[in-house]
């Protein structure tokens, strides 16, 4: 997935290796993150298979490499903005590449987003069907923790799908942080 958020990075200008991490942890850094340990790997392996550019600048002693995505580069990031995503990678990855969709037609990007619902929505039902079955047992060996546990994911599952419903329509930000803010 790194390569493709790099990529999404690099798409319209050129940056250096710290530029492209100060933009990730600025931009996808909530949930996704990156080390200079996975970046520079990554861009160099960019740059062997053609997906990025490299020019290297000198100023004074010092050279800075700045990194563009190639023609091939781009279309690579488009085709994998467009492919649904693997939901069996688990985590909020999808977001990295949600944080994207912009670069996508909007039929496009309403599709996939529909997807994504479904997929919570099924999810959702599936943590109620475990909420039901756990309440109606009397079990020891079923704490507050794991009750707790189960609890967070209902929550924030019913979060994304609401989430997920609220961008699919494009409704305004303020209106939905509004809303979020008065239920607290």
Same mark, same amino acid.
């Given at each position: 997935?790194?390569?493709?958020? @790099?990529?999404?990075?690099? =798409? ?15 931009? @996808?850094?909530? =949930?996704?993150?990156?080390? +200079? ?25 010092? @050279? ?20 649904? =995503? ?16 912009? &670069? ?14 479904? +997929?919570? &929505? *099924?999810?959702? *039902?599936?943590? *109620?069907?475990?909420?039901?079955? @756990? ?50």
């Amino acid at each position: 997935m790194l390569d493709y958020i @790099v990529l999404g990075m690099i =798409f319209d200008e050129p940056l250096t290796g710290y530029d492209i991490k100060k933009y990730i942890n600025a931009g @996808v850094g909530n =949930f996704y993150r990156v080390s +200079h340990g996975n970046l520079y790997p990554t861009l160099k392996r960019l740059t062997d298979k053609k997906l990025a550019l490299l020019d290297e600048q000198i100023y004074g002693n010092r @050279v800075k490499k700045y990194y563009t995505a190639s023609n091939v580069g781009k279309k690579e990031f488009m085709n994998w903005l467009a492919t649904p =995503f693997d939901f069996s990678l688990g985590g909020s990855a999808f977001l990295a590449k949600i944080y994207f969709f912009g &670069r996508l037609p909007e039929e496009s990007c309403k599709k996939q987003l529909a997807e994504y619902e479904m +997929h919570y &929505r *099924q999810s959702l *039902q599936k943590l *109620q069907e475990i909420e039901k079955s @756990v309440l109606m047992e009397e079990d020891v060996t079923i704490d507050y923790f794991m009750k707790s546990t189960l609890y967070f994911g209902i929550r924030n599952t019913q979060n994304a799908i609401e989430w997920l419903s609220h961008i699919i329509e494009k409704k305004s930000l303020p209106e939905f942080i509004g809303n979020i803010s008065e239920e607290k």
